[in-house]
């Protein structure tokens, strides 16, 4: 059972980058999947979630607001990151993973790693001039 990322690689500062992440329907449905990256040298660090499919509540990380947009089309069981006017310091291996929905709607709990039970591969995002 793996989540399957996508869409990573090299842009300029100030360009746009979006991540995909897929599964079956039975590994999708009813959880809610959050991003989280890691540069080199750091910890792994969320970056944005969404819930699952019944309620589609999004939620970030302060540094991505405003920049980074989660979405999810439960067509293609599929979840988006479209990353826009991105910066130097977004440079990080980029991951996806799956968590119960409650995990998310609590504050204290939901960039909790280990409360995230499947996961991507990774996608390295690399923002540089």
């Known amino acids: 059972v793996q989540l399957q990322a996508s869409g990573g690689g090299f842009v300029e500062p100030g360009g746009s980058l979006r991540l995909s992440c897929s599964a079956s329907?039975?590994?999708?449905?009813?959880?809610?999947i959050g991003w989280f990256r890691q540069a080199p040298g750091k910890e792994r660090e969320g970056v944005a979630c969404i819930s699952s499919s019944a309620d589609d509540n999004t939620y970030y990380t302060e540094s991505v607001k405003g920049r980074f947009t989660i979405s999810r089309d439960k067509a293609k069981s599929t979840v988006y990151l479209q990353m826009n006017s991105l910066k130097t310091e977004d440079t990080a291996v980029y991951y996806c993973?799956?968590?119960?929905?409650?995990?998310?709607?609590?504050?204290?709990?939901?960039?909790?790693?280990?409360?995230?039970?499947?996961w991507g591969q990774g996608t390295q995002v690399t923002v540089s001039s």
């Open positions: 993973a799956r968590v119960s929905p409650w995990v998310i709607k609590v504050l204290v709990t939901r960039w909790a790693r280990n409360l995230y039970d499947v």
């Open positions: 329907a039975r590994v999708f449905n009813n959880y809610a």
